[in-house]
């Protein structure tokens, strides 16, 4: 039985397709479309899905949307009815939107699908779940337990923005729900909008930036915005908000609580604003502990799934794993509204199917995540062709050794390999790798590759074996999805000058011995790398280790600010071209910088829009 799903029309459109319960493919449009974030009709996501399956739309059982458009429309109703008159020219903008599409989604998904097949019988076979039942059985079946508790947290799906579910076998009940307009995730972008970032898409800027700031704000947001109760409960105070009726996250009374209107993208960050930072995520961390605490309390279980954009806090979940409560922690990669695609055909499948459910306690059943395209050695070879770029075939072992060599060089490479990631994150296939031994390695890769805020922080992969070494966990973080501090034994000391610097003065301390991926606060967001999910991967950190005695390498995404991930062999040579990495290895093609052809350089500092 293959089941389809999809997510679209609100942000991250995806696709993923499952066949007699095992996960084949999943993509986001975006990396198709080249369009960050791509809301639209996952059509290229779709066609890659099928590809890799073998089949036409014809071949699918079933097809399952990620969320009930009936229930959100009655909650935008009922919500300007609450909020009247207030939030009236909102109200007549988004009106005719739902009534010329998203009121009528079931003729629109079938219009849609046309292109694929147009006499599809569609009699029984398209399916909308909740939204936050996909994402609970996007962290659910995919996970290596028979039962555990599911913490789902985000925006707002339908009505709910917190649940909490119980899985058993093939089985997914919710037990308990926060509703709109009370929402963690939704207080945190209003942190996000205020600090100059984009909501959806830069609330991982404000984690980054916290540990810059001090919390001097945690106690006015619990006091205010906030009421928080023992067991992570909460209501927020709609007052300084105007998320629910107007275009904006935050409201006049929200400026005066803090000391100023936000600040625009353009301005320069201050120390209030990394205060600020520092207190929504202290505030954040409490409450998903209070939340964590509780339902273990409650269930009685040992295993937790998690799921939802707030899933992809990484430095939370680091401190909800060393809480303790519960023994397994597991946490879906696609986090966010691309992983409810396959929670949607996953709850399809098992709920509405009622099909069962084969689980290993070994690993999961996302395969490192690494479900997206793949190009075979000759492929690519004819798409840099193409592309008229001049590169070198090695074998197996050769590629390993030079790229290994390049990186202990202290140069930046391009990574790309295999099967893509689905999700936020890159984990090795559509990677930028470099030292993380070097001092001013996360400086050079933010300005001169990524084009971004100093900053940002970036991310280790470590092989799983060695991390416990360096870093204060000794468990399985195969998806960035886990923070932990370096190790005693690896940090350096700061001075007592050093101690007084502030704000971004702290960036360019080292320190640890891998100072390119040790925060300020000497934590690091980890990947540990597996040799059954990804050989060359590892591979490439274990011959780096050879040659330096240090496993760990600098890793984040194949891309500059603004721009999705690249996905094909060509949208790899374009960055590589418009970038300062110095090489590229993409399958066994290796490609050097000096040895382009300059005409062929690009300008790509400006080509995307800020994120």
């Known amino acids: 039985m293959r089941v389809l799903g999809i997510s679209a029309f609100y942000h991250d459109s995806a696709a993923a397709l499952i066949e007699d319960g095992r996960i084949i493919a999943a993509a986001q449009e975006e990396r198709f479309t080249r369009k960050k974030h791509d809301a639209g009709f996952p059509a290229r996501a779709i066609e890659f899905c099928l590809d890799r399956a073998g089949v036409g739309l014809d071949g699918i059982d079933c097809v399952a949307f990620y969320d009930k458009p009936f229930l959100k429309f009655e909650r935008l109703l009922e919500t300007y009815v609450a909020f009247a008159p207030r939030g009236f020219t909102q109200f007549r903008m988004a009106l005719p939107v739902w009534l010329r599409e998203k009121l009528f989604q079931k003729s ?70 926060i509703h709109f307009p009370h929402s963690l995730g939704l207080l945190y972008s209003a942190f996000t909008y205020y600090t100059g970032f984009k909501v959806n898409s830069g609330e991982y800027k404000v984690m980054g930036l916290a540990p810059y700031g001090e919390p001097r704000y945690a106690q006015v947001i619990l006091d205010h915005l906030i009421d928080v109760k023992d067991d992570g409960s909460f209501r927020l105070d709609q007052s300084y908000f105007d998320y629910c009726t107007g275009l904006t996250m935050t409201n006049g009374r929200f400026d005066r609580l803090f000391g100023g209107p936000p600040r625009t993208s353009e301005e320069a960050l201050e120390q209030r604003h990394m205060d600020l930072a520092a207190s929504i995520q202290a505030v954040t961390e409490e409450i998903v502990l209070r939340l964590t605490r509780s339902i273990a309390d409650e269930t009685g279980m040992k295993n937790l799934c998690l799921a939802g954009g707030v899933a992809l806090n990484c430095v939370a979940n680091g401190k909800v794993l060393r809480d303790g409560r519960f023994d397994n922690i597991w946490i879906q990669p696609a986090a966010g509204d691309a992983g409810g695609a396959l929670g949607a055909a996953l709850s399809a499948y098992h709920g509405h199917k009622n099909q069962p459910r084969h689980v290993s306690n070994n690993t999961d059943a996302m395969r490192g995540s690494y479900l997206g395209p793949s190009y075979q050695q000759p492929d690519i070879e004819q798409r840099l062709t193409g592309e008229r770029a001049r590169y070198t075939v090695l074998d197996d072992d050769t590629l390993t050794d030079t790229t290994a060599q390049a990186l202990a ?80 034994e690896h940090r350096r000391e700061m001075s007592d000058t050093e101690k007084e610097l502030f704000g971004i003065e702290k960036l360019n301390v080292p320190r ?100």
């Open 409 to 488: 060089d202290g140069k930046a490479v391009g990574w790309f390999q295999g099967l893509m990631e689905f999700g936020p994150r890159a984990l090795g296939a559509r990677s930028i790798l470099g030292d993380a031994r070097s001092p001013s390695m996360q400086k050079m890769l933010n300005l001169k590759v990524k084009y971004r805020e100093s900053f940002r922080p970036f991310a280790p992969s470590t092989l799983r074996e060695d991390v416990a070494d360096w870093f204060e966990i000794d468990t399985d973080s195969p998806y960035m999805l886990m923070v932990a501090d370096v190790v005693k």
């Open 512 to 611: 640890s011995g891998i100072p390119a991926v040790t925060h300020v606060d000497y934590s690091a967001r980890i990947q540990t790398v597996h040799k059954e999910t990804n050989p060359r991967y590892h591979a490439l950190i274990s011959r780096f280790k050879a040659l330096t005695g240090c496993p760990v390498i600098v890793n984040t995404s194949f891309n500059v600010r603004g721009e999705p991930i690249v996905c094909s062999p060509e949208d790899a040579f374009r960055c590589f071209m418009g970038t300062d990495i110095e090489f590229l290895a993409i399958g066994n093609c290796f490609l050097r910088k000096e040895d382009q052809d300059p005409a062929l350089q690009r300008d790509y500092k400006d080509a995307f829009e800020l994120d």
């Open 108 to 177: 629109l998904l079938r219009k849609e699908f046309k292109a694929f097949d147009s006499d599809y019988d569609w009699n029984g076979k398209l399916l909308f779940g909740e939204h936050h039942q996909s994402h609970a059985a996007s962290a659910f079946f995919p996970s290596p337990f028979r039962e555990a508790v599911v913490l789902t947290m985000d925006g707002v799906g339908e009505w709910a923005t917190t649940s909490v579910a119980l899985g058993r076998d093939n089985r997914l009940d919710v037990i308990k729900e």
